[in-house]
């Protein structure tokens, strides 16, 4: 009688030592399978990196999208622990760096849309507005105030330039984020 | 022998209990995939900012969330009205005690609309203040900077009182620091003077009491002159409040006469003090009244009386 007790207590010390086995060694290979698949998921996405710096060599494999793809990616992932200041001074500077390498299509594509129907209608416009009122290269921005108007940003700046020492332009900013980098422009004209 | 021994173990193990481990490991699988494809599902991410438009700058309390998308929607839409010139629809979208108090007419409100939005205007909220049921939104306006970009101008901003009151599940739109009309239907008099007060309108910081006087003698009263500058006043419990404009028109009664005022006293209406009464100080019955200043000090001489009235408000 003892005996059939003590048998059946064994079997359930067995049963349960086996379901704890079974249990354990189906999530090791449940995760061995999802970690195979995310080394291959970056072993793809090595290769792409590998022929950005290999383009001599495999062309056409990285377009121009992809790669402003992954820059605007990783501007974003820079932008995410940043406070809304460090922001708005980064989109303003993306702006000027625009202007500064003469890429005055991105930089009016950067400007709102009812800003450019007032002022600019068309890029040639702003790129000849540009070119007349900003340092042709290595613009500076000092940052003088920040003011914020619920969604709005309101940047006080002095735009300078290290090659003419002479030329000293306060502009004014105002800014939109609609997200990370995802944001409107507009600035003060100057009309003289 | 042990090892086949431990072989039908496992073997009868599996028999006996197949269903059981296919369930168990078929859960797990799921459960485990579904919290694999969330964790990787793309989340949307919102920059942090330090703009709570629907937090009290007062008391840091915040507006009930499902109030404020119509709240926003409200302010919104009434701004869009103003700046197409849509008079009537932004009209009838004020409250009934806004519109009789503070725009008794359309034009009244279309002067409003015209002097604040002469060309099209921008706007940012921001909640001020919660007093019960009521939240009151500072909202200011300006131009259209993101399209002006500020050319040729400075940065400024008028700021409004946009209030709210969530009366029966309804949103009630007040403007212009509006906060609400109460009654109050208090009278206090004496053998000289009755005053009615009939009721009052708050706005966000000033109270209107609307009060009519009636001189119940054969003889001039007069209430104020301009001789102090605390002829009318308003207890509010920790202090005494002026009234506003009576220096610039002054209250003279002639015999039996009845007349209607607003007396104007500052008090913000998130203050937590309750108005205690109204304090007539320097209520003079005269013989005679001329209004001249050279006959002012003879005439004060031979007054019948100068006393002060207080009316006490109801406490609740």
Known sequence: MKSKQRRKANNTIFVAILTIAVVVWTIINIVNVFKVMKNAERLESGKSTNTVSNNITIQNV???????????????????????????????????????????????A????????????????????????????????????????????????????????SYSMDQKFILIENG??????????KQD | MSFVNTRLKIRRFFK????????????????F????????????????TTYEPNVSVMNEDKVPDKLQPTIESTIDTFIQRCNNKDYENAYNMLSDDCKSEVYPTLSSFQKYVDGKFQSKRAYSIQDFSNVGNQYIYNVNIMDDIM?????????????????????????????????????????????????????????????????????????????????TNNEISLNIGTS????????????????NESKSYSFVFNKYCDDGNAPQYMM?????????????????????????????????????
């Open chain 1, 62 to 108: 990285v377009t121009a999208e992809d790669i402003e793809e992954n820059t605007n990616q990783l501007e974003i992932e820079d932008l995410q622990d940043k406070d809304e200041r460090t922001r708005m001074q980064q989109y303003c500077g993306k702006f000027i760096r625009y202007i500064e390498e003469k890429d005055y299509d991105k930089a009016y």
């Open chain 1, 110 to 165: 950067l400007l709102y849309p009812d800003f450019k129907n007032n002022y600019f209608p068309t890029e040639e416009d702003f790129a000849k507005y540009a070119q007349e009122k900003f340092p042709s290269s290595l613009i500076t921005v000092e940052y003088n105030n920040i003011e914020r108007q619920g969604q709005y940003y309101i940047l006080f700046t002095t735009v300078k330039t290290p090659l003419d020492s």
């Open chain 1, 180 to 189: 990370f980098n995802d944001f409107q422009i507009s600035f003060d004209v």
């Open chain 2, 16 to 31: 006996k209990y197949k269903k059981i481990i296919i369930f168990i490991v078929l859960l797990w699988a799921i459960l």
């Open chain 2, 33 to 48: 995939a579904v919290n694999y494809i969330l964790k990787h599902m793309p989340k949307e991410e919102i920059p942090k």
């Open chain 2, 147 to 227: 399209a002006t970009g500020l050319t040729g101008k400075d940065y400024g901003y008028i700021e409004e009182k946009f209030v709210f009151t969530n009366d029966d599940d309804s949103l009630k739109l007040a403007i212009g620091g509006f906060v609400r009309k109460q009654n109050l239907n208090v009278v206090g008099e004496d053998e000289n003077l009755k005053v009615d007060i009939d009721y009052k309108d708050v706005f966000y910081d000033q109270e209107s009491y609307k009060v009519t006087l009636t001189n119940r003698t054969e003889h001039p009263i007069v209430i104020a002159d301009g001789s």
């Open chain 2, 240 to 255: 005494d409040r002026n009234e506003q404009n009576i220096e610039t028109y002054g209250i003279v009664l002639q015999p």
């Open chain 2, 280 to 316: 007539f100080n320097n209520i003079r019955v005269l013989q005679s009244y001329s209004g001249d200043e050279s006959t002012k000090q003879s005439e004060l001489d031979n007054a019948i009386r100068i006393y002060t009235l207080r009316i006490n408000f109801p406490t609740k």
